[in-house]
């Protein structure tokens, strides 16, 4: 177990580190380009100051993570109601703290995590512990050493072992948690679920007193903590199951594929309404919906709907009455559409005194006039600034800056646009400009997201956009088809097109920054990690002419590897998902050759940067010492890096950091 230390007062920490910081006079003196590209690194890659703030249910405390004036990150209280300095609530020497909750107002439970230990060790689990506020009666409740197998189970009170993992926290007063103990195959991957119950305060726990369908791996749960909703899934099908208030049955209320599901159950309240997404608007636009258990689906008429953009985001449910209060709606820019007049006038009173911004509120006893507000205001050139908004008396108090030392009037400027492709498809995407403008085309990068069924933009501050702007590039970021987020159409037009059409959106992209003077077309760098890595090969091998360079971390490099049995992918997976979305290893051998990199290495001539993770299991090492191998052959030698303890992703700090340097410096080589 990660050692304890005492708890101690942080008078330093409120009264200074939480406080807005302005711009050292050394930077102010020189220009706004010139103060930008002199940021460090490490002031885009490091842990944020805050990394996330939560009210307790009352509103009484305030729990803040943070790495301020330490290695570790800790968890952090404050008491608004008697005011005086924050209060150490945990804090590590060998560890750092992941999620936290609020279980009532005297218990918090946390995860923990390493982030000097590489990514690639699963030794480690993020386990489980209790806390008071004030840092006392810290108690293990799930065990962080991953053994074999599933683990023997553990004796009354004492910490269950890694295999369980946090659920959801009910509402009210109560001690209990939810719990999971995922099962899994000889291969260690997920096969099902099983639910629990825990009090945090004695380590007592209770198993679900019903049978559950077979092949359970997701789970609804009501304000109180009661299981109503399982999604069970076997060859490729996915099963909805139902369970009402006060039953102990399950009844199935659809079956459906995989890949297309006729909807999703996002949340049950207290009142018993079960919400959804589901299509209803023009090319598979996802809108929230009720779903109607006599007619068996969802209603016609949608509660949050944004033309153009699924509406996915969370759920917003007042803590008192546990009825659903609104939904947050990530368009062009983020929205919240409440439910409820209270939260509309709240929205409306944070929105006029911070304009211009994202302010996304959560409160306590929201519809009391003793409400207490929590503000994390932000936007596409600041990471934000944490508020806590009492209506009563309009009194505003600052706890700080997400990232105290990026000063928001340096950064870069995101926009969202919609273009044709070529074949005529709607395409989204962002265009990060540095500041300040130039009315000269600028070197570019086209950095392509991961995933790839993922949405890749969003307008807020992002560490590598801005960080790329910041040295004076415009990025260029298309959410080309297959991405998700953006309706049914758009997603399902990707499938099978990896180097295909999904390639021809990113050059399209490129082409339309050329076209409006924004990019420089002879000084351009296609970059971009995981499926991004194998989007910028395959950009230099399939469009050779657009880029000058390309920089791949974590990219794979041969698509029909993704179909071995022992990677991090599961059969059905493999069988069901893979398949579809891009081939058959074996009927389509043929087409999977033509898009691998790794067999396209003679046509690549531009300067290549390959970095891996030694311990990726998702993307292992052999796909880059192949294709760097290939590339050599064809008389390329491409610069290498490797991170020894690293997995799908770099988590070590001072990996972040050396990787950012060593890509400025590869990009500055071959394009200024």
């Not at 750092?96 to 909750?101: E, V």
């Not at 553990?154 to 009910?170: S, W, Y």
Request: glycine share 10%; aromatic share 8%.
């Amino acid at each position: 177990m990660p050692t304890e230390l005492a708890a101690r007062p942080f008078g330093r920490l409120a009264a200074a580190a939480f406080c807005a910081l302005g711009v050292a006079s050394a930077a102010m003196a020189q220009t706004p380009e010139d103060a930008a590209r002199s940021i460090p690194a490490a002031s885009f890659f490091r842990d944020p100051d805050i990394g996330e703030a939560k009210l307790s249910p009352s509103g009484r405390w305030l729990a803040v993570k943070t790495g301020i004036d330490d290695k570790r990150i800790r968890l952090v209280t404050f008491d608004l109601q008697k005011g005086g300095p924050s209060q150490q609530a945990a804090r590590f020497d060998n560890a750092d703290i992941g999620a936290f909750h609020w279980v009532n107002d005297g218990r918090l439970v946390f995860t923990l995590t390493d982030l000097e230990r590489g990514s690639g060790d699963l030794r480690v689990a993020p386990g489980l512990f209790s806390v008071k506020p004030d840092g006392s009666a810290l108690r293990q409740l799930v065990e962080m050493t991953r053994k074999p197998g599933n683990g023997a189970a553990a004796a009354e009170g004492e910490p269950l072992n890694a295999t369980h993992v946090l659920l959801t926290v009910p509402t009210g007063e109560g001690d209990e948690v939810i719990i999971g103990e995922r099962r899994f195959d000889r291969q260690g991957r997920l096969q099902s679920i099983r639910v629990k119950r825990m009090d945090v305060v004695s380590g007592r726990v209770s198993a679900s007193a019903f049978d559950e369908p077979p092949n359970a791996v997701g789970w609804l749960f009501d304000p109180r903590g009661e299981p109503r909703v399982i999604v069970s899934t076997t060859e490729g099908m996915t099963r909805i199951h139902w369970r009402a208030p006060g039953r102990t049955e399950w009844v199935e209320l659809a079956r459906m594929g995989s890949l297309s599901p006729s909807f999703i159950p996002r949340l049950v309240d207290s009142a018993g309404d079960l919400y959804v997404t589901a299509g209803g608007g023009p090319k598979g636009i996802s809108v929230l919906k009720r779903f109607d258990f006599k007619a068996g689906r969802p209603f016609t008429q949608a509660l949050a709907s944004a033309p153009g953009f699924d509406v996915t985001g969370e759920i917003v449910v007042d803590a008192d009455s546990g009825l659903a209060a609104g939904v947050r709606v990530d368009a062009d820019k983020e929205s919240t559409i409440w439910f409820r007049p209270r939260m509309k006038a709240l929205q409306h009173a944070v929105d006029a005194k911070l304009p211009g911004r994202i302010n996304r509120i959560t409160c306590s006893r929201c519809e009391s006039s003793e409400a207490v507000v929590l503000v994390y205001s932000f936007a596409d050139r600041d990471p934000g600034k944490y508020w806590v908004y009492r209506p009563q008396g309009e009194r505003w108090t600052v706890v700080g800056q997400a990232r105290k030392d990026i000063d928001p009037g340096q950064m870069a400027e995101v926009a969202f646009h919609r273009i044709r492709a070529r074949d005529g498809l709607d395409l989204p995407l962002w265009i990060t400009t540095p500041h300040p403008p130039s009315a000269s085309p600028r070197p570019a990068v086209v950095l392509v997201h991961g995933g790839p069924w993922m949405r890749g933009g969003h307008w807020q501050w992002s560490q590598n956009a801005q960080f790329l702007a910041s040295r004076g590039y415009l990025v260029i970021e298309a959410e080309f088809r297959g991405s998700a987020g953006f309706g049914g159409e758009h997603f399902r037009a990707g499938w099978k097109q990896w180097g295909l059409a999904m390639q021809d959106d990113v050059a399209d992209a490129l082409q339309w920054a050329v076209d409006q003077g924004w990019a420089d077309p002879k000084r351009v760098c296609i970059a971009g990690a995981s499926y991004g890595g194998y989007a910028a090969l395959m950009g230099l091998a399939r469009h050779p002419e657009a880029y000058r360079c390309g920089a791949a971390w974590m990219a794979i490099t041969d698509p029909r590897m993704l179909f071995d049995v022992d990677r991090d992918v599961g059969d059905a997976t493999r069988r069901f998902g893979l398949r579809a979305l891009v081939g058959d290893a074996v009927d389509d051998a043929a087409a999977m050759a033509e898009i691998a990199p790794v067999e396209l290495a003679t046509r690549i001539k531009s300067p290549v940067l390959l970095a891996y993770g030694t311990l990726d299991r998702r993307v292992p090492l052999e796909h880059g010492t192949r294709v760097r191998a290939a590339l050599r052959a064809a008389g390329v030698e491409p610069e290498w890096i490797t991170y020894e303890s690293e997995g799908h992703g770099w988590q070590i700090l001072d990996n972040r950091i050396d990787f950012a340097l060593r890509l400025e410096s590869f990009l500055a080589r071959n394009l200024k």
